[in-house]
């Protein structure tokens, strides 16, 4: 099963940007989709960005426009650039793969300052 490890989270002020990175620990080449899901405090888990091995992407309708999710084959990463950043993005930022089975990774807190 493909281990999954997010880095780039952080505090910012509303209007910044933060790219967070999710690193696997094999080839990403063979897996469909792998995307990111956040969860707020006291909220449910909700998808945020997802992107298909042909390249294919697909975004929350609360994210469109400021969000941009892309993958490195080589460097086996997916990328979550964040710009136009608002409170209510502040969550914590789950990256997943989905392969012959799903991996989660540990998660990235990301806090937008009004």
């Known amino acids: 099963q493909v281990q999954l490890v997010e880095s780039g989270g952080g505090l910012v002020q509303a209007g910044g940007s933060l790219r967070l990175s999710c690193a696997a620990s094999?080839?990403?080449?063979?897996?469909?989709?792998m995307g990111w899901y956040r969860q707020a405090p006291g909220k449910q888990r909700e998808l945020v960005a997802v992107?298909?091995?042909?390249?294919?992407?697909n975004y929350a309708d609360s994210v469109k426009g400021r969000f941009t999710i892309s993958r490195d084959n080589a460097k086996n990463t997916v990328y979550l650039q964040m710009d136009s950043l608002k409170p209510e993005d502040t969550a914590v930022y789950y990256c997943?793969?989905?392969?012959?089975?799903?991996?989660w990774g540990q998660g990235t807190q990301v806090t937008v300052s009004s």
């Open positions: 997943y793969a989905l392969g012959l089975v799903l991996a």
């Open positions: 992107i298909t091995s042909g390249g294919t992407t």
């Open positions: 094999r080839s990403i080449v063979s897996i469909s989709a």
